[in-house]
């Protein structure tokens, strides 16, 4: 509801304002100095053949602008002056990229899981929202929610019955961030040679928190910890395949890097000690999460105009 | 004659509901394209990377979420694509390098070797105190991998890079029949021609041939007509006894060890699924040279 509140009416393919569609001009009488809409149907009518008596030679191949501007008519000397100048070649490869994202909102829900970690899954539902500052620049917010969803796996279990040792785990809670959203890949499929979806891959970084906890295994009779928020740094890829020019597919891979506080694995001698949190902890670890998550892109707004035709 | 009339009666109830719940016209047209657009194929002289072309296509592999250990395997694939979007080869390889992974370094370093651990953890001697042996001597090894296989390549494209840099792209699926060496350890406690599962002898590994599914994606990118850069993603799930544990066959279920309820025992029902998955890099040697489509 906030992202729908802050949406704008209308985006914009090119930084600026767009210009107000002038009135119809009144008829005047053409010379230097007057506004000339081409478009305009209340244009005097332009005689077909050019006055006599025009002798300049850049007028004849100067078309209709030597007639609407004469002090803008090129002269012979001007061409060949232009031909010499350094062209300044700025033609854009792609024109009127399908999903444009500047000064665009971007809402990203999804499920986050994890991939690098066998021995407890961080699963979660996740949302995001981004906001285009360039067409490839973004900067945004995102969170997680992992506290229901954590699981110890078969896996471990197996290891802890026949080794005899336990592996300390960790149990998420939350995990909310600031990032940085830099796009600088897209282009498109064609699928089956029959239909055209468009595509794009970003890298994405970021700093924020996530809260953890050990999960009691070495000395859960007397051990009971409580969450805590760690800084957690962030670098993933992301791609995103377009359905339409708003809403897309979202799949990306994120490590969320941060200095995980594990449980210790000695058990002090006597119950009043085994009872003292100082005793629980046991080293730092700097722990990489490595977590996935699918999901959807969706823009807003909906529709935008493009600044200069195709 | 009453049946009849009750039949026709109740056919006549049917059809007046099928007629009333139907819409009364359905509506559909095909799109009528006119103009130079007319009949037009979506994608004109594209470049036919695959089709009627051989690929010979070195790399390497490297094994994801390992459990024990981390299997480097240098190998190859030879391809012949029948159309554009179907190709059928063999992908093939060794794993030369076989890493252990913290956990197995760990458990090395710090589990404990006497009579609990002993059907489990590999170990010296046949009575206590035991004294240590690698741990990662009996962790399971991935050694030779085959895999018949088809690609199937429905999206062609192109990837743009800093809107600079462009490459011909194409995304594809394979999937196929592994063939997969993989050396665990042997049987012990099963028979009298078995070591006794408290045997240091018992951790020894020996070769077995698995058969798996494979399967997974993939994205070329075309730099040039000749060779093209492949990176992939496979998975090819089966289960093996990848730590050469007792953990499945006891109990009432058959989910606990053998040694719970009677003597341990490692054999074929210790394997545990594992849905196995790499990740491949290839330099795509392609020939002769490609075709372009009108």
Not at chain 2, 173 to 194: A, F, I, Q, W
Request: with cysteine; aromatic share 12%; glycine share 10%.
């Amino acid at each position: 509801m906030a992202a729908a509140a802050l949406v704008p009416g209308l985006a914009l393919a090119q930084p600026g304002k767009k210009p107000p569609k002038p009135p119809p001009t009144a008829p005047t009488a053409t010379g230097a100095g007057s506004d000339i809409e081409i478009d305009d149907p209340n244009q005097p009518k332009q005689p077909d053949t050019p006055p006599a008596g025009t002798g300049d030679p850049g007028a004849a191949g100067g078309g209709g602008i030597c007639e609407i501007d004469p002090s803008a008519c090129p002269k012979g000397q001007d061409i060949n002056a232009a031909a010499k100048r350094d062209v300044a070649a700025e033609v854009y490869a792609v024109q009127q990229i399908y999903a444009l994202r500047y000064h665009r909102f971007e809402v990203q829900p999804g499920w986050s899981f994890s991939l690098n970690d066998q021995f407890v899954s961080h699963l979660g539902p996740t949302l995001g929202i981004n906001y285009y500052i360039t067409n490839v620049l973004a900067v945004g917010l995102n969170g997680t929610f992992y506290q229901p969803f954590n699981s110890d796996s078969d896996f471990n279990f197996q290891n802890r019955r026949a080794t005899r040792i336990a592996v300390p785990l960790t149990e998420y809670q939350w995990g909310a961030n600031l990032n940085f959203t830099y796009v600088p890949m897209y282009g498109k499929f064609a699928g089956f040679s029959n239909f055209i979806f468009h595509y794009d891959a970003y890298v994405i970084g970021g700093v924020g928190a996530l809260s953890t906890r050990p999960t009691p295994v070495i000395d859960p009779d007397n051990r009971n910890f409580s969450f805590k928020p760690k800084v957690a740094f962030n670098a993933g890829l992301g791609l995103r395949i377009f359905f339409n020019r708003w809403l897309a597919l979202n799949l990306e891979i994120r490590d969320y890097i941060y200095n995980e506080q594990l449980e210790n694995l000695q058990i002090a001698a006597t119950q009043q000690q085994q009872q003292n949190p100082d005793t629980w902890f046991g080293e730092n670890r700097i722990t990489n999460a490595v977590q996935a998550q699918l999901g959807a892109s969706i823009f807003f707004p909906f529709s935008w105009e493009y600044r200069l035709p195709k | 004659m009453r049946k009849t009339i009750g039949s026709t009666l109740v056919a006549a109830a049917l059809g007046a509901f099928a007629l009333a719940g139907a819409p009364r016209e359905a509506k559909a047209q095909e799109i009528q394209i006119t103009g130079p657009l007319a009949g037009a194929p979506a994608v004109r002289k594209l470049r036919l990377y695959r089709e009627g072309r051989f690929e010979f296509s070195p790399g390497v592999s490297f094994t994801l979420l390992d459990e024990y250990r981390r299997t480097i395997i240098p190998g190859a694939t030879l391809q012949y694509n029948l159309f554009e979007w179907l190709g059928l080869g063999v992908w093939g390889g060794y794993g030369v390098v076989s890493l252990t992974t913290d956990l197995t370094d760990q458990i090395d370093s710090t589990a404990l070797r006497n009579s609990r651990t002993a059907p489990n953890l590999n170990h010296q001697g046949n009575a206590e105190p035991f004294k240590t042996a690698p741990f990662g001597d009996q962790t399971a090894k991935l050694t030779y991998f085959i895999a018949p296989q088809a690609q199937f390549v429905p999206l062609r494209g192109k990837l743009a890079l800093f809107q600079k840099l462009f490459v011909d792209t194409d995304a594809y699926l394979h999937g196929g029949v592994m063939l997969v060496g993989v050396e665990e350890r042997g049987n012990c406690g099963v028979d009298k021609s078995t070591p006794s599962c408290t045997d240091p002898k018992s951790f020894t590994r020996e070769s077995r041939l698995a058969v798996a599914p494979t399967f997974g994606l993939g994205l070329s990118f075309y730099t040039s007509k000749i060779v093209s850069l492949r990176m992939e993603y496979r998975a090819f799930p089966f289960s093996w006894n990848r730590a050469g544990f007792d953990q499945r066959g006891g109990g009432t279920d058959g989910k606990f060890p053998n040694g719970i309820t009677g003597n341990f025992k490692v054999d074929s029902e210790d394997r545990t699924f594992k849905f196995n998955q790499m990740f491949t890099v290839q330099a795509v040697i392609s020939f002769p040279k490609p075709n372009v489509s009108e």
